[in-house]
């Protein structure tokens, strides 16, 4: 089945611990987006990637890190989070520029 | 400035009604839009493109207006299973969607 996957679904952390949100695809899409979504703000980029090795920021990069060695994977990384950045996120992939994305399941993140 | 607004709603409606939504975009070199359907803060979905000749898919029709630079969302018939929030996208530039915040439907029986 055509899916992207994250990981985990849910996470309850502490400020300053170091997490990953982890996201592959398996439709071989090149271009690759996270977003995260808050009560009236809706969806806003945080970094996307056109290819491997190719990453740029989106709207809201501030505290977030994105790496793309392999296709696939483009993992999300908050390197010391803060409670400003409980949300629910999103990872996208589609397959190139002006294609409709496919989205992730979310992940709720909650930083304490 | 990026911006695609959208009535945030709720449109509220009964079963049978047709409902129709309105999104207005602020760059006029943007290239592709598209609808999307969000439950309950899960996935959005992709519902339509909407293409300039306008489009429909069963009960649902789209249209583009680039002139006016808005899309617009009809529904038909409206069932409960259509309770949701809808979502305008558009592409600006050559990489980015850009999401309205959505407009909320709910159908009642």
């Known amino acids: 089945e055509a899916q992207v996957t994250q990981n985990p679904r849910y996470l309850i952390t502490v400020t300053g611990k170091k997490l990953t949100v982890t996201c592959s695809q398996n439709?071989?899409?090149?271009?690759m987006s996270w977003y995260r979504q808050d009560p009236g703000l809706g969806l806003r980029q945080i970094y996307y990637s056109m290819n491997v090795e190719v990453t740029d920021k989106g709207d809201v990069p501030e505290g977030y890190k994105v790496s793309r060695k392999e296709k696939r994977n483009f993992p999300l990384i908050l390197e010391s989070p803060s409670p400003n950045q409980t949300s629910l996120y999103f990872c996208a992939s589609s397959l190139g520029q002006g294609a409709d994305y496919t989205f992730g399941s979310g992940t709720r993140l909650t930083v304490v | 400035r990026k911006e695609v607004e959208q009535d945030p709603g709720p449109f509220n409606v009964p079963e049978g009604a047709t409902v129709a939504f309105n999104c207005t975009y602020s760059n006029s070199a943007s290239q592709s839009f598209f609808w999307y359907r969000q439950d309950c803060r899960k996935e959005p979905k992709l519902l339509m493109s909407?293409?300039?000749s306008g489009n429909e898919d069963g009960r649902f029709t789209a249209q583009l207006n680039r002139a006016s630079q808005y899309i617009s969302l009809l529904i038909r018939d409206s069932k409960l299973s259509d309770s949701a929030t809808y979502l305008c996208v558009v592409l600006l530039g050559y990489s980015t969607l850009t999401f309205g915040k959505g407009t909320m439907l709910l159908v009642s029986p």
């Open positions: 439709m071989n899409h090149e271009y």
């Open positions: 909407v293409y300039s």
